[in-house]
């Protein structure tokens, strides 16, 4: 995905006097998109995290990360590495395991559906007839309006961000949908090294999202200085369906640690 679904904090944090920043990952729209498919593991995505900040000058006086989805498995990979560096960590909406994802979309998302659209839905996928128009027909209003967005109408920037996705970096990572997980990253699992991360860490759960927001408060209970924001009206985009809630618990969060609370 693009910066462009993040540009709802420029408002929010201009307005504290944040210098931050929002950049587009290699391989996404607005940088260069090479064909080598080794490119795309965790270890060389946080390694230009890395790059960035050793490029606008950040350190652990200063450096926030803050990530949401993917970004957030990025993030907390990035944490494990380079914890030094950083001084404070914001995770919304990401479990720190792919698997127990899984689980919950299976276990309890999918239950949350009609019967019949289910059934559909699952048949395709069966026959893996993904580019099926039937299949984003059944999703957007069945599964992504109600756990990845719910405002009525999605804002420009998301529109803008779904524009222009890599779909082939996407599905090589994450599989063909938001429902579950399949790709490179399906057997992604860092919970039991959560208690390594040692800097102030703020998880975000919301009550309709795709992640299980009650793992999202456990994983805030095993690092080490952590906090956490839960979102009672939004879902995987809570920083767009339930904005004041979320972006004044980050402010805090971010003041806090700034001034030692």
């Known amino acids: 995905m693009t ?43 946080v390694e230009e995290v890395d790059q960035v900040r050793q490029a606008i000058g950040a350190d652990s006086s200063n450096f926030y990360v803050l990530g949401n989805s993917w970004g957030g498995i990025l993030a907390m990979e990035y944490a494990l590495k380079y914890q030094q560096h950083l001084k404070g960590l914001v995770v919304a909406n990401m479990v720190a395991s792919a698997p127990e994802y ?29 580019d ?16 990845l967005c719910r405002l009525k109408e999605w804002p420009d920037g998301f529109n803008r961000s779904l ?17 579950g997980i399949s790709g490179r990253l399906a057997d992604w699992d860092i919970k039991n090294r959560l208690n390594e991360i040692v800097v102030p860490t703020l998880m975000v759960g919301a009550k309709y999202d795709t992640m299980d ?7 805030s209970k095993l690092v080490k200085k952590g906090s956490y ?33």
């Open 132 to 147: 099926n128009p039937r299949y984003m027909e059944l999703l957007i209003p069945n599964f992504y309006h109600e756990h």
């Open 102 to 130: 899984g689980k919950y979309a299976d276990e309890v998302l999918a239950k949350q559906m009609k019967p019949e659209v289910l059934a559909e839905i699952k048949a395709l996928e069966m026959k893996k007839d993904f």
């Open 3 to 45: 910066h462009e679904y993040m540009e709802c904090f420029e408002t929010f944090f201009q307005r504290q006097g944040f210098e931050f920043y929002e950049y587009d990952q290699l391989g996404s729209y607005y940088s260069d998109q090479p064909k080598d498919s080794s490119l795309w593991t965790i270890p060389r995505f």
């Open 163 to 179: 524009k222009h996705v890599n779909g082939e970096i996407y599905t090589m990572m994450q599989g063909p949908s938001e429902f």
């Open 229 to 261: 924001l839960f979102c009672p009206n939004g879902s995987h985009l809570s920083m767009w369906d339930d904005q004041q809630v979320f972006m004044n618990g980050v402010i805090k969060f971010i003041k806090d640690v700034d001034t030692g609370n």
């Open 213 to 219: 927001p009650h793992a999202m408060e456990a994983q």
